[in-house]
């Protein structure tokens, strides 16, 4: 069984300052996805970022970067400078790809307020 | 745009009445789709995926007599929430994959928001 968590249930911080949300993730396969995703109040949920297991390089588009780390189970999300928009319940999520039945199991998610 | 529609966006009906939600794949064709149910201020929770042409497969605890999924046509994936009760108001939400293109990724609905009274 998969399990993500996302110990942080809250997060307020004023704009322009720099916040990372925390995952921690356990599965016993090899070979997994690792996912963030963004739900503003809207409710959609918008997909930001996949990474392999075998990929522990880190990425950075724009104002977000992803350091992911196999020694430690760990796949975290910084937002530099953020902003307003920013604003929203961020969930990091698993998948073990295979036979179809590849759902997310998803973390609890942060709430991320961004004050002006 | 959307890659995936889901509808209705937002549905309130009495105990006991059925419901139907539709999540249509816009962009490509998905032989699988999964269905969510998130509570309010909590996670998503895996409740079925949908295969085409076969019937789904379902999550632990979740009833597939009250939950009935439809995955007809390579677009459209439907749930029939039966004889909802008002523990069954919940933010449903569907989500699809394009398997050629960028494979594992799902794509999410607007989600459907039942409000059952």
């Known amino acids: 069984a998969q399990k993500v968590t996302q110990a942080q249930t809250e997060i307020s911080v004023v704009e322009k300052e720099d916040v990372t949300l925390d995952c921690v993730y356990e599965t016993r396969d090899t070979t997994y996805y690792l996912f963030w995703y963004k739900q503003p109040p809207s409710g959609e949920l918008v997909f930001l970022i996949r990474?392999?297991?075998?990929?522990?390089q880190n990425e950075i588009s724009g104002r977000y970067s992803w350091n992911f780390q196999k020694s430690t189970s760990s796949f975290n999300f910084t937002i530099t400078a953020s902003q307003v928009v920013d604003s929203a319940v961020y969930f990091c999520?698993?998948?073990?790809?295979?036979?179809?039945?590849?759902?997310?199991?998803f973390g609890k998610g942060t709430h991320l307020i961004i004050q002006p | 745009g959307a890659v995936v529609s889901q509808h209705p966006s937002w549905v309130i009906c009495k105990s006991g009445t059925s419901v139907k939600i539709e999540c249509r794949s816009l962009d490509f064709q998905a032989t699988t789709m999964f269905w969510y149910r998130q509570f309010p201020k909590q996670s998503l929770m895996l409740m079925a995926t949908s295969n085409e042409g076969s019937k789904a497969t379902y999550e632990q605890g979740v009833e597939k007599d009250k939950f009935l999924i439809n995955h007809a046509s390579l677009t459209l994936s439907t749930l029939t929430v039966t004889s909802a009760h008002p523990e069954d108001s919940s933010f449903y939400i569907c989500?699809?994959?394009?398997?050629?293109?960028?494979?594992?990724?799902?794509?999410f609905g607007a989600g459907t928001r039942l409000s059952v009274l």
């Open positions: 989500s699809t994959r394009n398997g050629r293109v960028a494979k594992n990724i799902q794509y």
């Open positions: 990474r392999n297991s075998f990929d522990e």
């Open positions: 999520a698993l998948s073990v790809p295979g036979g179809g039945a590849d759902g997310l199991t």
